[in-house]
């Protein structure tokens, strides 16, 4: 006879679900309807709105005297407390890509008129090309999403072209030329290189089929490329260097021939006994990425779900939930730490609702939700991130690239839509100070030509 599973896993789920959510998606705006994360007016009203990453709300906004600000306006329930400031539209408002972000009305704005995610652009896709505007509007749709998620987990999300040239991000949001080389989705070195290819529903669903991947989106892409950023960034040459190698594999490894040992052979027959992908194998850099990415994916899915009040309980889905033990090689902590139960809250929790979701996506005919089952061994990758988010919360600098120096992992081959294929290693020169690439604080509209691509990525 199977013994029941610990009361506190049991109760766990519906505690998660109607908690408040750490990045709110659903919202209401003065009048009462619902609005949502993308709206920059309510349909219902005609009110405009525009989104405070800080505050992590959609505010519904008043005119001023002067025509380029806005007052908040005062809503029922978060924002009936939240003083009515003042704000100015992101500088990409009026682009092909409109964002609906804030700034406040201060000397910054003056200075920066781009939001927190659109100044992390190094370089944009040319607008005058409608193709190119289509594309370019999903992904950064797709990167609002991410950098709204990365804001509200309060991990450092600084650009690295204005903010923080060190230590900092900036995107590379490229398309290949039809004479020119293949970009290749990568990091190195807190630049991350899209290709916006990805954001053409036909060309990704072809990749995916080609490559065999469950799932492959544009939210995939980025999750798996921050995750190679925050390695460097939070892991590198820290006390959680040690224990991320103990766990993940020791990073030292030779990247490029990983990669090439991978694709010659591919993931072993047991994979998913161990990692959350078949990708994941392929290199303890990719395996961190990977889990990271999944680790997003799950605190954004529950976050939504929290947003709009669904409660995933139910006896119908029966399922072994995780317990502490599974948190720790060595003996658990007995009774649970807090910061296990909140973890165990949010894996069992995942588990339950994509069970649900997965059968209302194939009532609909469509894939699964999320086609992926988790391992013991995975889980306990994902605490460990986990653990890693909630102590290093603010951000502090590290050193090193995550996919070697100069390297590039190319976006084909990954569960979450990203690394694969063809290799950088050695002394590329990719991206950096002396890329030469069309470059004014996030607003360059011109593509860079097929040599300084060239320059960019090592194939």
Known sequence: MTASPPAYTRRLVPTLLTATPTARRAFRCRCGRPVFFRNDVCLACGT????????????????????????????????????????????????????????????AAQRQPFCRSCRLNRTVPDPTDRNNAELWLKVEQAKRALVSQLVALKLPVASRVGEDTVHGV????????????????????????????????????????????PYRTLIGH????????????????????????????????????????????????????????????????????ETWAHYLHMVDVLDTARSFGMVAHHDEIQYEPFTAQALHADDAPSPPSADDLGFLAIVNGWIELTGALNEVTRSMGE??????????????????????????????????????????????????????????????????AAGGSPVSGGTGTVPPSPQEMAARVIA
């Open 222 to 289: 980025l999750r798996h490329e921050i995750g190679h950023y925050y390695w460097q960034r939070l892991v590198r040459g820290s006390a959680w260097e040690a224990p991320c190698r103990a766990l993940f594999g020791d990073d030292r490894a030779d990247y490029a021939q990983a990669l090439q040992a991978y694709y010659a052979d591919g993931a072993p027959p047991d994979w998913k006994n161990a990692f959350v992908s078949a990708y994941a194998t392929a290199h303890p850099w990719e395996d961190w990425a």
């Open 170 to 213: 900036m995107f590379d949001l490229l398309r290949s030329p039809a004479d020119g080389p293949r970009v290749m989705t990568g990091h190195v070195d807190g630049l991350i290189t899209l290709d916006i290819e990805e954001a053409d529903d036909v060309h990704r669903e072809t990749m995916r089929a080609q490559l065999g991947e």
């Open 367 to 432: 894939p699964d939700f999320y086609p992926f089952v988790l391992s013991t061994p995975a889980v306990r990758k994902l605490h460990f991130i986990h653990a890693l988010v909630k102590s290093e919360a603010g951000g502090w600098a590290r050193g090193g690239s995550p996919t070697g120096a100069g390297g590039v992992a190319e976006g084909d081959g990954s569960s979450t839509g990203a690394g694969g294929g063809a290799i950088g290693g050695g002394a590329g020169a990719v991206g950096g």
């Open 48 to 107: 405009p709105l525009g989104y405070d990453p800080e505050l992590v709300l959609l505010r519904p906004l008043a005119p001023t005297r002067d025509p380029q600000v806005l007052r908040a306006m005062r809503t029922r329930g978060v924002g009936a407390t939240l003083p009515l400031s003042t704000y100015r539209r992101c500088a990409n408002w009026t682009s092909a890509a409109p964002c609906n972000w804030l700034l406040r009305d201060d000397d």
